[in-house]
């Protein structure tokens, strides 16, 4: 008698594209068949025609790897558009004052989606395709106002990508626990009306959210986020080598030397295999 059948889930890197160490380490799992999945930073500096070139070519020696557009709209990267607003000091405002001022109506989503559109159209000049999927940068596709217009991008420029939403789905008092996941869990039930409303996919189940600021036993984390995710959930991860040019635009910088440590590992493989879960 055949015993039941292996979840399939994505396992996504973020961030491809934000710097060259970044997109190596992200390359060498692909390749290893330890993620089938990355999300691109069209505005990041580090995604030439060479790293766009290197990513396919890791793609292809993979059974399924699924490319997706990380759209981005918080500091410290430069938005695409000419005429974005609001700014501060010539970059995307920090994801905090974004957010809020999403809650307070101020955002203009006419803006938001023709930034989006650009990105999208920067992705299908460097890939020759649409992305798979869609998901964004700190999660700012959640955000008041810009989900809208997040959503209403995605329509036009890749109807058949499906989005990402980022609510768990566990027990409540199991996320009590976890106030970010717990707080992506509330934006991300608007989020998934929204998408329904437009014909739009989603996953079924998120998980990858943690306290970056601390030293974290990523194998224990891994072991939570597999715990119940259902069929073609996301779990997501940052896997990188840290140089000068990440140090120079994000903070999580030693936690993703630590995760790509990790996911090649054994302790991983093995992981995948007792929890009843393949990258498929």
């Known amino acids: 008698m055949n015993g039941p059948a292996a979840r399939r889930i994505w396992l996504c890197a973020d961030d491809y594209g934000i710097s060259p160490g970044v997109n190596r380490a992200i390359r060498d799992l692909i390749e290893r068949g330890r993620l089938n999945a990355t999300s691109v930073m069209v505005v990041g500096s580090s995604l030439g025609r060479e790293e766009v070139a290197a990513l396919q070519t890791a793609a292809a ?31 995307f405002l920090p994801f905090p004052k974004l957010l809020r001022a999403g809650l307070a109506r101020r955002l203009d989503p006419e803006i938001i989606r023709a ?53 768990r789905g566990a027990p409540f008092l199991q996320r009590l626990g976890a106030p ?10 608007q989020f998934r009306k929204r998408a329904a409303r437009a014909g739009i996919t989603v996953n079924p189940g998120f998980a990858g959210a943690y306290d970056f600021t601390k030293r974290q036993d990523f194998g224990l984390l891994m072991r ?19 140089d000068d040019v990440l140090r120079g635009l994000d903070p999580l910088t030693d936690q993703r030397e630590h995760e790509h440590a990790y996911l090649r590992g054994e302790q991983f493989a093995e992981l995948l295999v007792a929890s009843g879960v393949t990258l498929g």
């Open 224 to 242: 939570q986020f597999l715990d119940g995710m259902p069929d073609h959930g996301v779990i997501m991860c940052h896997p990188g080598f840290v």
């Open 115 to 167: 930034e989006l559109m650009i990105q999208f159209a920067t992705f299908t000049d460097l890939f020759g395709r649409a992305p798979d999927f869609v998901d964004g940068h700190q999660h700012a596709q959640l955000y008041p106002q810009v989900r809208d217009a997040f959503l209403s991008a995605v329509k036009e420029a890749a109807p058949a990508a499906w989005v990402r939403q980022c609510g």
């Open 61 to 91: 020696s993979s059974r399924r790897c699924a490319i997706g557009l990380h759209a981005t709209l918080t500091a410290p990267f430069h938005p695409l558009t000419m005429y974005f607003r609001p700014l501060d000091g010539g970059l």
């Open 180 to 189: 970010k996941a717990l707080f992506l869990d509330g934006l991300s039930a």
